[in-house]
T-cell receptor, first 116, second 113 residues
Framework: AQSVTQLGSHVSVSEGALVLLRCNYS??????LFWYVQYPNQGLQLLLK??????LVKGINGFEAEFKKSETSFHLTKPSAHMSDAAEYFC??????????????FGRGTQLTVWP | DGGITQSPKYLFRKEGQNVTLSCEQN?????MYWYRQDPGQGLRLIYY???????QKGDIAEGYSVSREKKESFPLTVTSAQKNPTAFYLC????????????FGDGTRLSIL
């Protein structure tokens, strides 16, 4: 089974500062990778995904992530934080073989706080 | 608009009672999923179904049951055997293969009376 590690359960930045949320996964076989955002008492909304091709992927709301196979990482960044970015962020990866390809494995989430 | 509808938004369970959470999608997706979310633990998979009339246990299936009689519906029953059911429950669906993202409903918050 996959495991997903999100370093830092809480990250705080000032408005306008760089946002960096870290995600590492366990498989040596590159899976499909996703970042989701969750606002309070809501479901998860897809920010971006990596499946194949270019390793730098752009998502909604100015976020992007880079898939680094050698580091088994998929860190999420945004050059300039906005107050509306305050939310919880989840990294997720698919299984790496057989029937597990259909399911997602989630990290524990990172709560992003943005200070004015 | 297509989407996933979970109901009710809030649900209370008494001791010894089974409760059923509804999940309906009109996205024509084949696969559907149930997750449990607890603070600081991320999302944990309870059950999933990749086609009608078939489903698999996830990582925390004990105390839960599901059915998939129709493509658009995947109800979750929280049985009295689940001793700690208080959590936020999320339903998701996905079309096609694993490279497609899962789409989520807005969740049901279950509490114990």
């Amino acid at each position: 089974a996959q495991s997903v590690t999100q370093l830092g359960s809480h990250v705080s930045v000032s408005e306008g500062a760089l946002v960096l949320l870290r995600c590492n996964y366990s498989s040596s076989v590159p899976p499909y990778l996703f970042w989701y955002v969750q606002y309070p008492n809501q479901g998860l909304q897809l920010l971006l995904k990596y499946t194949t091709g270019a390793t730098l992927v752009k998502g909604i709301n100015g976020f992007e992530a880079e898939f680094k196979k050698s580091e088994t990482s998929f860190h999420l960044t945004k050059p300039s934080a906005h107050m509306s970015d305050a939310a919880e962020y989840f990294c997720a990866v698919t299984g790496d073989r057989g029937s597990t390809l259909g399911r997602l494995y989630f990290g524990r989430g990172t709560q992003l706080t943005v200070w004015p | 608009d297509g989407g996933i509808t979970q109901s009710p938004k809030y649900l209370f369970r008494k001791e010894g009672q089974n409760v059923t959470l509804s999940c309906e999608q009109n996205l024509n997706h084949d696969a559907m999923y149930w997750y449990r979310q607890d603070p600081g633990q991320g999302l944990r998979l309870i059950y999933y179904s990749q086609i009608v009339n078939d489903f698999q246990k996830g990582d925390i299936a004990e105390g839960y049951s599901v059915s998939r009689e129709k493509k658009e519906s995947f109800p979750l029953t929280v049985t009295s055997a689940q001793k700690n059911p208080t959590a936020f429950y999320l339903c998701a669906s996905r079309r096609g293969q694993g490279n497609q993202p899962q789409h989520f409903g807005d969740g049901t918050r279950l509490s114990i009376l």
